[in-house]
């Protein structure tokens, strides 16, 4: 059974640093592309970024460029995403997700709140 | 970027009946390879999205077969051909025909009348 397990979430003021990380298991990471998505806590969904399958490759939203970084180990099963400068509109629950033939599963999410 | 427009954002919906929800694209979906690489969630209330259709048409394993999606170029459909109440919640598509950036519609809300 494929699962994605996020963790990392917390508040943290702005112009703070968090890293999320995800836990995969049931499948063979290093086989497949990876994302992170957020959603507004109550609103839609936005892509934040990107990697390839052998971490080569990464695509971010504007919204986050510069700011964020998306990383991989595929010898522990693992995804990151490094998040510096945050602001108060990168509040959000970011999930985890894999991609095949589109967007497929998705993990539990974790939130992340930015406030004083 | 592509920008995917759902309609309507607000669907209510009796019990055994058909629901249908359009989502039109900016451009073609069309890829560099010929596919069209259109998908639709569901996400119910506390939970995180699940997967129903991806390439247009093609059902996920698990997806009750009264979902299905059609359409091609810039004009696709989701149609549920009898709701349930399992079927409330928010209904998403997503393209990543043409990236980055992957983009996702604003979402149609599913509540039954």
């Known amino acids: 059974e494929v699962q994605l397990v996020e963790s990392g979430g917390d508040l943290v003021q702005p112009g703070g640093s968090l890293r999320l990380s995800c836990a995969a298991s049931?499948?063979?990471?290093?086989?497949?592309?990876m994302h992170w998505v957020r959603q507004d806590p109550g609103k839609g969904l936005e892509w934040v970024s990107h990697?390839?399958?052998?971490?080569?490759?990464?695509n971010y939203a504007d919204s986050v460029k510069g700011r964020f970084t998306i990383s991989r180990d595929n010898a522990k099963n693992t995804l990151s995403l490094q998040m510096n400068s945050l602001r108060a509109e990168d509040t959000a629950v970011y999930f985890c997700?894999?991609?095949?033939?589109?967007?497929?599963?998705w993990g539990q999410g974790t939130l992340v709140t930015v406030s004083s | 970027d592509v920008v995917l427009t759902q309609s309507p954002l607000s669907l209510p919906v009796t019990l055994g009946q058909p629901a249908s929800i359009s989502c039109r694209s900016s451009?073609?979906?069309?890829?560099?390879?010929?596919?069209?690489?259109l998908c639709w969630f569901h996400q119910r209330p506390g939970q995180s999205p699940r997967r129903l259709i991806y390439?247009?048409?093609n059902r996920d394993s698990g997806v009750p077969d009264r979902f299905s999606g059609s359409g091609s170029g810039t004009d696709f459909t989701l149609k549920i051909s009898r709701v349930e109440a399992e079927d409330v919640g928010v209904y998403y598509c997503?393209?990543?025909?043409?990236?980055?950036?992957?983009?996702f519609g604003q979402g149609t809300k599913v509540e039954i009348k």
């Open positions: 997700v894999r991609e095949w033939w589109g967007i497929d599963y």
């Open positions: 049931g499948f063979t990471f290093s086989s497949y592309w």
């Open positions: 990697v390839n399958n052998d971490g080569s490759v990464t």
């Open positions: 451009q073609s979906l069309v890829a560099s390879d010929g596919t069209t690489y």
């Open positions: 390439k247009v048409s």
């Open positions: 997503m393209q990543n025909s043409h990236w980055p950036p992957w983009t």
